[in-house]
């Protein structure tokens, strides 16, 4: 379940998962959007070395400051039923991504190709 | 029938390129010079960012002593290619989820490899304890049934693939949980993971006396203790379900209070994963 981490004016990730694995971005962008203010956002599309139980992503990063998009986000979005065009039904499932953000690696700085 | 003769896959040169470079070419000694060749393939181009993405991802691709190679590359990508580091780290949380998610005895194979290339991703300092702990507490609570006649797909009880796989994650980074903090978390951690292993040993697929070959296996109890031991060698390791249990209660009380009423032997705080 998706959990409302509240610290101010930070990025606050989202990830769908369980999307139809033959949907496009650009299907994707068709049937969601048009997607909350974001800051970034990007789609992933499925892994189909998971055969069957392969499905497609999306990850976007949202303020932390409209929480209350995010929430509205989530309560649109979270069980939705997508489905494919041979009829099979996908219920994505929306939460907090387990990954945020790194930290600025120091050791190895210099950009310098 | 006649044998189907598989087509060989035609990559094209840029592809067969990075695959090189991360299947063959690394090793322990020359980590840096491929995070040199890496940064030099045009990151640029969609198809290509996409592809070395893809195959940053799959550790499970590799010799398993060659994961940590692995995490140690993309260590040192990360101050360079901060976007696509990015997407290979939610990639391997993917990853982890889907396996539980699954749960195939196929997949066993690509789930221990994945928690280690987590594992060493902590230890590169690519993400954090928290994320280790969350991942850790999906692994002994997602999908798992806590009532002995409620049988879980995701988890079942005479599979004790979840054990090894958090055994495995433990071993990797758990050592190097090194602040106050994060000791304490993972105290807290431990905890539970004794309660999970008690609660599989304890559950009746283990106890029939007739046939030897059910009981829980001696190799599971091994590797159990010694990553106990090699995690925290002076832990009080519980000698039953009732003791593992009375400690959860014992943790409850002492940092929930408010929630006595509820006696569901869950941390509440596994919303995040």
């Known amino acids: 379940r998706k959990d409302k981490k509240d610290k101010t004016n930070q990025i606050v990730k989202i990830v769908m998962r369980h999307l139809p694995p033959t949907m496009t971005e650009a299907q994707f962008l068709d049937q969601v959007g048009p997607l909350p203010e974001n800051d970034s956002y990007y789609y992933c599309k499925a892994d189909w070395s998971l055969g069957q139980e392969a499905t497609c992503r999306a990850y976007i990063d949202m303020s932390s400051k409209d929480i209350g998009e995010v929430v509205q986000f989530r309560d649109r979005f979270d069980g939705y039923v997508f489905v494919d065009h041979k009829g099979v039904e996908y219920m994505a499932i929306v939460e907090y991504a387990p990954f945020q953000c790194f930290l600025k690696n120091k050791a190895r700085n210099d950009d310098s190709k | ?273």
Request: hydrophobic share 35%; proline share 5%.
């Open chain 2, 1 to 273: 029938p006649e044998s189907s003769k598989r087509e060989p896959m035609v990559r094209p040169a840029m592809h067969e390129y990075i695959r090189y470079l991360i299947f063959e070419e690394l090793c322990k000694q020359n980590v840096d010079r491929c995070i040199k060749m890496l940064r030099r393939i045009d990151w640029q181009d969609p198809e290509t960012n996409c592809y070395a993405i893809k195959c940053l991802s799959k550790a499970y691709l590799l010799r398993f002593q060659l994961i940590r190679c692995l995490a140690d590359l993309v260590s040192g990508l990360s101050s360079y290619q901060p976007r696509a580091v990015t997407i290979v780290i939610d990639n391997v949380f993917e990853d982890i989820r889907a396996g539980l998610e699954i749960h195939s005895p196929r997949m066993a194979q690509r789930r221990i490899a994945m928690a280690k290339y987590l594992g060493e991703m902590y230890n590169y300092k690519l993400v954090e304890s928290t994320n280790i702990l969350n991942t850790l507490y999906s692994i002994i609570s997602l999908g798992v049934s806590n009532d002995q006649n409620v049988v879980s797909p995701l988890d079942p009880p005479d599979s004790l693939f979840r054990l090894k796989l958090a055994c495995m994650l433990l071993d990797t980074c758990a050592p190097y949980f090194t602040s106050q903090a994060t000791r304490k978390k993972l105290d807290y951690f431990l905890v539970f993971f004794q309660h999970y292993y008690w609660f599989k040993k304890s559950h009746p697929v283990f106890s029939k006396t007739e046939n030897t070959s059910d009981l829980f296996p001696i190799l599971m109890d091994h590797t159990y203790r010694d990553c106990l031991l090699n995690v925290r060698p002076k832990l009080k390791i519980y000698k039953s379900l009732e003791q593992a249990k009375a400690a959860i209660d014992h943790l409850q009380e002492k940092l929930y209070p408010q929630l006595k009423t509820t006696n569901n032997a869950q941390d509440p705080s596994l919303g995040t994963i």
